[in-house]
T-cell receptor, first 114, second 116 residues
Framework: EAGVTQFPSHSVIEKGQTVTLRCDPI?????LYWYRRVMGKEIKFLLH????????ESGMPNNRFLAERTGGTYSTLKVQPAELEDSGVYFC????????????FGPGTRLLVL | DQQVKQNSPSLSVQEGRISILNCDYT??????FLWYKKYPAEGPTFLIS?????DKNEDGRFTVFLNKSAKHLSLHIVPSQPGDSAVYFC???????????????FGQGTILTVHP
């Protein structure tokens, strides 16, 4: 069974540009989460999808961030326009049902905004 | 306001000895705790968890202890092996986050190095 995949693995952009990150969860997993780790600090929750619906987006930093999950399958996270403080590693995780089940993480996308 | 804290950025241990990683939390609503391990250039992988109704959970070489009154948990690895060298994250979730039951709050991580 394929794990959670994320694309791209790395992205270097200039301040003011737009970047779109993609996450493909494990097939059949209804729950999809986005997290971010900035400069070796804690991993912070961004938002949670259940199928195609946003269940909780309380961790989204501001309206420059837009997440979508078309058809309840893959998800994209767009940053527009990117700022220096958006640099970090963006992780996606998925789990099959709501509750305390294990979240499976992807390898992350390393974003550097110059 | 960081609700989950790992105050030791790093820990160095000799192979075969015990590794003890610590984690403190402030939110008394947290009722489920997890440890994740992360290798470089990879995502975190689940290691072990514990519910607040328990004070200990074991899985092979890994044991997690929970002290609710102190709002403290620890991960013991016995015996430690060089392959255990990684970043270890403590995480917690609370049922009061009713709209996002699975939302995890992480600590900053502790880098564990096990020397042969």
């Amino acid at each position: 069974e394929a794990g959670v995949t994320q694309f791209p693995s790395h992205s270097v952009i200039e301040k003011g540009q737009t970047v779109t990150l993609r996450c493909d969860p494990i097939s059949g997993h209804d729950n999809l989460y986005w997290y971010r780790r900035v400069m070796g600090k804690e991993i912070k929750f961004l938002l949670h999808f259940v199928k195609e619906s946003k269940q909780d987006e309380s961790g989204m930093p501001n309206n420059r961030f837009l997440a979508e999950r078309t058809g309840g399958t893959y998800s994209t996270l767009k940053v527009q326009p990117a700022e220096l403080e958006d640099s970090g590693v963006y992780f996606c995780a998925s789990s099959p049902f709501r509750g305390r089940e294990t979240q499976y993480f992807g390898p992350g996308t390393r974003l550097l905004v110059l | 306001d960081q609700q989950v804290k790992q105050n030791s950025p790093s820990l160095s241990v000799q192979e075969g000895r015990i590794s003890i990683l610590n984690c403190d939390y402030t939110n008394s609503m947290f009722d489920y705790f997890l440890w994740y391990k992360k290798y470089p250039a990879e995502g975190p992988t689940f290691l072990i968890s514990i519910s607040s109704i328990k004070d200990k959970n074991e899985d092979g070489r890994f044991t997690v202890f929970l002290n609710k009154s102190a709002k403290h948990l620890s991960l013991h690895i016995v015996p430690s092996q060089p392959g255990d060298s990684a970043v270890y994250f403590c995480a917690a979730s609370d049922p009061a986050g009713g709209t996002s039951y699975g939302k995890l709050t992480f600590g900053q991580g502790t880098i564990l190095t096990v020397h042969p």
